[in-house]
């Protein structure tokens, strides 16, 4: 009985997780440029998300969800900032508070010419 239960139990969430992802809505964003993170720059370019996944990137005749065809667009870009102050010295330790006057500002300004 008890494993008929879980049985039973098991079924139903795995059904209403199904019809959950079902569900999900379509989301299609219309960019006018698109930055693929591996060097390539494309133009016009239709990004389909469904649920909290990327399934399609590329050109498209969708009616978009979302009009970016005036705007860049990087898609899978995840917490793409940096702190430039942030370095760590020859032992591997973060010393980005407490250096000597004018170390900060030295290292700060070595970081932000690799950006530029």
Same mark, same amino acid.
């Given at each position: 009985? $008890?494993? &008929?239960?879980?049985?039973?139990?098991?079924? +139903? #969430? @795995? @059904? +209403? #997780?199904?019809? +959950?992802?079902? /569900?999900? %809505? $379509?989301?299609?964003?219309?960019?006018? /440029?698109?930055?693929? *993170?591996?060097?390539?720059?494309? =133009?016009?370019?239709?990004?389909?998300?469904? *649920? #909290?996944?990327?399934?399609?990137?590329?050109?498209?005749?969708? =009616? %978009?969800?979302?009009?970016? @065809?005036?705007?860049?667009?990087?898609?899978?870009?995840?917490?793409?900032?940096?702190?430039?102050?942030?370095? +760590?010295? !020859?032992?591997? =330790?973060?010393?980005?508070?407490?250096? %000597?006057?004018?170390? #900060?500002? $030295?290292?700060? &300004?070595? !970081?932000? !010419?690799?950006? &530029?």
């Amino acid at each position: 009985m $008890r494993y &008929a239960v879980l049985l039973a139990l098991a079924s +139903f #969430a @795995s @059904s +209403f #997780a199904s019809s +959950f992802a079902s /569900t999900q %809505p $379509r989301v299609v964003i219309q960019a006018g /440029t698109l930055i693929d *993170g591996k060097g390539g720059i494309h =133009k016009n370019q239709q990004i389909v998300i469904e *649920g #909290a996944h990327i399934v399609s990137v590329g050109e498209g005749k969708l =009616k %978009p969800t979302i009009d970016l @065809s005036r705007q860049t667009v990087m898609p899978g870009g995840i917490d793409t900032h940096v702190h430039l102050n942030w370095h +760590f010295d !020859e032992n591997h =330790k973060n010393v980005s508070e407490g250096e %000597p006057n004018g170390d #900060a500002q $030295r290292y700060t &300004a070595g !970081e932000c !010419e690799g950006y &530029a």
